[in-house]
């Protein structure tokens, strides 16, 4: 009954690192921890109303995904992301994903492609409710749902982790101005234009999103950011 015992409380230790991770993606989203910025286990663990060491282990799978790094006696900085950095991110995503695209529009049967109606129409509605989290978490499953068609799994994996990297700051006032709604459309006209086996439109309508997306990021850096109701502890 020990070995039990000691198995459910590490069970429940994960848990709480994964909802401190997510706790802690979803301020890196809204821009409550800044680029630069160094933070303290503590001085997290304390807004978030939680022990120090699931915040520590949360942080250290944040730098596994290059979205902190850690500093000694201090804490974790969250690292900055350049212009030249987005720059080549979407470049490496539009090498990687326009021409999937063209080819999943060929292979895929419509089954499939509806199957991820109800994602797409998931990150239109989280756009129009102003849910920012739920926004970037259906962009993430539709994004790579849909390459996952093309039965590449390294192929999905590395445009996962080009996005974890290229990962939006100050969202808020982007979605305040309306402005998420009309790149969050797009990925129902892509699936639509998928489905009329139509590939040269399809990787057309995958390249002016991807455009889109970079557009987006760059205003979406110019925003100001200040602190949502809640605080970090809102997140969990």
């Known amino acids: 009954m020990g070995?039990?015992?000691q198995h459910s409380l590490i069970k429940a230790q994960e848990r709480l690192r994964d909802q401190v991770g997510h706790a802690l993606r979803a301020a890196l989203i809204a821009g409550e921890l800044r680029p630069g910025s160094v933070y303290?286990?503590?001085?997290?663990a304390a807004e978030l109303g939680v022990s120090a060491t699931p915040?520590?282990?949360a942080m250290l799978d944040l730098a596994r995904e290059g979205l902190v790094e850690p500093v000694r006696n201090k804490g974790f900085r969250i690292t900055e992301v350049s212009e030249r950095d987005l720059d080549q991110y979407t470049e490496l995503r539009t090498m990687i994903e326009v021409p999937t695209v063209g080819r999943i529009t060929k292979m895929a049967t419509a089954g499939q492609l509806e199957a991820l109606r109800p994602i797409a129409?998931?990150?239109v509605t989280s756009a129009r409710e102003h849910n920012l989290i739920g926004y970037l978490?259906?962009?993430?499953r539709f994004h790579l749902g849909l390459l996952a068609l093309a039965g590449n799994d390294?192929?999905?994996e590395t445009v996962g982790d080009l996005r974890k990297r290229s990962r939006l700051y100050g969202l808020t006032g982007?979605?305040?101005a309306g402005k998420?709604?009309?790149s969050a459309e797009e990925h129902i006209e892509l699936l639509d234009l998928m489905l009329t086996g139509d590939a040269e439109a399809a990787e057309a309508c995958m390249h002016r999103h991807l455009g889109h997306v970079r557009s987006l990021w760059a205003q979406g850096r110019d925003e100001p950011v200040g602190r949502t109701p809640g605080g970090l502890g809102s997140g969990i």
């Open 154 to 156: 390294r192929l999905v």
């Open 174 to 176: 982007l979605d305040e």
């Open 3 to 5: 070995d039990l015992k």
């Open 55 to 57: 915040v520590r282990e």
């Open 180 to 182: 998420l709604v009309s």
């Open 40 to 44: 303290s286990a503590p001085g997290l």
């Open 121 to 123: 129409e998931e990150i």
């Open 137 to 140: 978490e259906a962009d993430r």
